[in-house]
Each structure stands twice: as structure tokens, then as C-alpha cells.
């Protein structure tokens, strides 16, 4: 069976426009059959999660999981956590989502605030927006200048390199929609007085700015796409398969950890004899 | 319908020793019933605690709910995080595991690393133990001496009820279990290395402590449960009723906030023709 990574992950210049969001790639079948597989997934994944968290309570691991959201506004970065990841024990969770930069933030460098999130061994830690939007919205709204934002790439990759050298696994996950997908849904949200908390004026004024967006996030995905964290294009035009999508590339990966059971670090024989005493 | 937390809170004082683990109040039917039911009560949770993270994101509420668990081991803190409250999305979820305190924590008074991990406004917080551990752990193994300890159930009280005044409700579980459950689960931990990670020898000492600690427990339970924060006793003998009555009370508790959708801070009509043109 090929690994749903491969499939979805991109590697060299990338053009966006051409790339459809409603294709469903690595899946067969259709919506009820992604919704119906995805509780089994979940069972799954909370065993496998299980592994990873029992290695970390041990110490005897430095592996840790790193899912990385990004997209455009209603690309369903919420869904997704709520959907996929959200089918993991919330014990062995740490989710951040990254909102404009305080002043203290913007006082350091811009990896310093992300630095702090990174999650611990054991953990499955979820970025709800990352550092990645320092060369997103801050080459389109030229929040930075040409060359802070030029440098940012390569420091991007090198902070990467560290985290992965140090027991991380990155899982970086682009949500891709249409600017239709994109009009469907803010028009959805315009509508129900029970989304309404989910709209922002403002995301009209990224909307105008959908293709330097676009620019922005192939530039990220031709050049920050490398061999030790890569990029994956998740179409997310179909919210079925875009959860699917990521909850499969979840299991993927902490299947891929290998790990063991942890060993007994006290000697059991003993143990049960004085519990049968007390 | 009656509510099941005033089913299972305690006012006044109590008797552990003639508490069964095994009662299932406020429940009808037999394990599988609650196995089936639970994921219905996972959808009503999500809907009621999306309306409070709705309200936390608008700025509209200083509502937030913080669920707090402590009992004996094996009593099943974890099982209760992964079952009950893995039932909500896991955005609007801040779990605290504390441990014991660190030098620094040690260097202050015992709340104060407590307040850092109170929910934000539209949050549920989950406590895995908490501030009562310096009441239970703290009395039993004598770490304060009995002059803090006794100031320290009014410091408790007080503090509570500052978290109350400002906006939250506390849902607090002991989730009680006879010295034969954790006999059980102890001998299961030991039979089963996919379980030895959750074993630790330091257990069998608090074992041996049980009647200690089982009157640590009846003093919090007498003095600290209060109009503003009253303690709730959950008979955890059986796993599902304790996951069903823990999950139960936080709907009703969600539900009691009568909180509404957050109303649109930008003008609908305008915002529907600017997308429209778009």
C-alpha cells in the first residue's frame, strides 16, 4: 500500500492554480466511507498514540510528532484538529494556535515564540498556524523586509533540521482550497447566526490578496519542502477527505516511530508478591 | 430530570469505608447501554462547548468551566481525561497533569502554580490532581506541618471562589474506588507489559498509607465542599458509569451556562455584498 505521505507530499516549484481541491488522492471510495472509516482510524491512532505517550511518561524516548497546519482562511485548519486530531487521547495532545505576535514576541526573533511550543517527548503536538506565517503574511503585507523575509526561509529549515535531529517528526500539511471553495464557505458562515464568531472582516481583505497569497505559499512549499520535513498538498476542497487525509498521514507516521512497549524499570516478581501481602 | 451532580455531591461529613465503588446512581440500564450512549453524549458536548469557545473567541463571556479529578491510583484521572473529556473538541480543552512540585514551584506558596493553569475565558480546563494533593499527599506524608495544612483548606475555599466570582464554575470528581479495585488494577498493571508504564512502586507505599489517605480525603471532602465548588463523589468501580457520570455532568454543567451564540460585531448585509463583488 503506498504511504499516503508520498502521495501527498511536494518537492521542487509548485503552481497552485493548477492544482484542483476537490480530488481525493490515496482514497477510494466516497463520503460515507471516509466517515465511516474514520472511528476505526481512531482506534488506531489512540493505540499507536498510546505507544508514543507510554514511551514519553517512561523517558525512555526523545520521539515527538509535530503536526503543522497552514492555509488560507476557511481552509478548515479548526476542523481538522477537531476531527483528526481530535481522535487522539487529549492527555498525549498539546495544540497551539498562533494568533498575531504580541509585542514581546515581536521583540525576539520569530522562531523564539515557536521554540517554546515545540512539543515535549511523547507528545503529539498540533500548530494551528506556525512560523510559517512570518513569510506568509509577513511577505504579503511586508510585515519584514525583503531580505529578513529571504533569510527567514533558511532559518525555517535549519530550526526544522534541529527539531528533527532531536526526535521530532514533522508532519507539515498544507490545506488547499479555491478561491470558490473559499467564497462558498465565508458565504456559509454569512449566513448562520452560529458561525458568525468564526468570520472576520479582514479575512475579505486577505481574500483580495488571494493570489500574493498563493505566491507566498508556493514559494514556502518549493523552498522549505525538504528531505527531513516535507511538505504535503492536502486537497481540502471535500472537508471528508481532507480529515481522512490527515488522520491517515497521522497514523503513518507514529506507525513509522517503530517503538516498543516500555521496559519494567522495577522488578515485577517482587512487586506482585508485596501487592499479594497488602 | 434529575441533575446528576446533585446526585453525587457531598456536603457534611463522610464515610469512605461505607461508600460502595460499584453503585451506578443517576444511571439506568447496564454497561453496554453506557457504552452506546456515550457517544451521543459526545455530540451534545461538542455542540454546548462549542457555544463556549464561540463565546471565548468573540470576547463575549468570562465563562469557563474547569473539571477537576483526584482519587487514589488505578481510581482512573486518565481514563476519565480519555474517555469523558476526549469527548469535546480538543481546541477548547486545556489539560494540566500536576506532578510533584519543582524546586521553583516549591519557593512559592502552593497555589501559586496553580493559578497559572486556570482556564482562559471559553475554555475547559482539565486538572489532573491539583492544589488538593497539598491537603492530601502533603497532610499523609507530612510535607507542611499541621498549622499550613489547616490554613490551607480556607486558602482552597478562597481561592475557589475568586475563580467562581470571576466567571468560573468548578466540577470537581473524586472518583472513589475500594482498596480491592486497586488491588485488581494494580495486579493488572503487573500482568501486562503493555501496562507496566503506568506502574510505579512508589504506588504500593501509598497503598499501604490507604486509611490515611482515605481520611485526607473525608477532611477536603467535608471542608471543601462548598455552595460555589461542591465535590462530587463518583463511584468508580466501574469504569463506564465513571466516564458516563463524569461526561453526564459536564453537559449538564455546559448547559447550565445558558450561554447564546456570540451577535456579529460587523454589519452582515455589507460584508455579504463585499464578497459578493469579490
Not at 476537490?22 to 476505526?40: S, V
Not at 494568533?99 to 521554540?115: G, S, V, Y
Not at 528531505?227 to 497514523?251: C, E, F, I, Q
Amino acid at each position: 500500500m503506498t504511504d499516503l505521505r508520498s502521495t501527498l507530499a511536494t518537492s521542487g516549484p509548485i503552481d497552485l492554480s493548477t492544482r484542483a481541491s476537490d480530488e481525493t488522492p490515496g482514497f477510494e471510495g466516497k463520503k460515507k466511507d471516509a466517515k465511516r472509516r474514520l472511528p476505526q482510524i481512531g482506534e488506531e491512532l489512540m493505540d499507536a498514540q498510546e505507544l508514543l505517550f507510554a514511551n514519553g511518561i517512561a523517558g525512555t524516548t526523545d520521539r515527538k510528532v509535530l503536526i503543522l497546519l497552514q492555509g488560507m482562511d476557511t481552509s478548515g485548519k479548526g476542523g481538522t484538529l477537531r476531527h483528526a486530531a481530535g481522535l487522539v487521547d487529549p492527555q498525549g495532545l498539546a495544540i497551539t494556535a498562533f494568533k498575531a505576535p504580541t509585542d514581546e514576541e515581536r521583540e525576539h526573533d520569530f522562531l523564539w515564540r515557536i521554540e517554546k511550543h515545540l512539543p515535549a517527548p511523547g507528545m503529539i503536538g498540533v500548530f494551528d498556524r506556525s512560523h510559517y506565517e512570518d513569510v506568509l503574511v509577513g511577505r504579503v503585507r511586508a510585515l519584514a523586509s525583503a531580505e529578513e523575509i529571504e533569510r527567514r526561509y533558511g532559518a525555517i529549515n535549519d530550526f526544522e533540521e534541529r527539531f528533527v535531529d532531536g526526535g521530532g517528526v514533522l508532519l507539515k500539511c498544507f490545506l488547499h482550497i479555491s478561491p470558490d471553495d473559499q467564497e462558498e464557505r465565508l458565504a456559509a458562515r454569512l449566513d448562520d447566526p452560529t458561525k458568525y464568531w468564526k468570520y472576520n472582516p479582514g479575512d475579505l481583505d486577505d481574500r483580495q490578496l488571494w493570489p500574493e497569497y498563493q505566491a507566498a505559499y508556493e514559494t514556502v512549499l518549493e523552498r522549505c519542502s525538504t528531505d527531513h520535513a516535507p511538505w504535503h498538498v492536502v486537497p481540502s476542497g471535500r472537508k471528508w477527505y481532507r480529515n481522512w487525509a490527515v488522520a491517515t498521514m497521522l497514523g503513518e507516521t507514529l506507525t513509522d516511530l517503530g517503538l516498543d512497549w516500555p521496559r519494567a524499570d522495577f522488578d515485577v516478581a517482587e512487586q506482585r508478591r508485596r501487592l499479594a501481602t497488602m
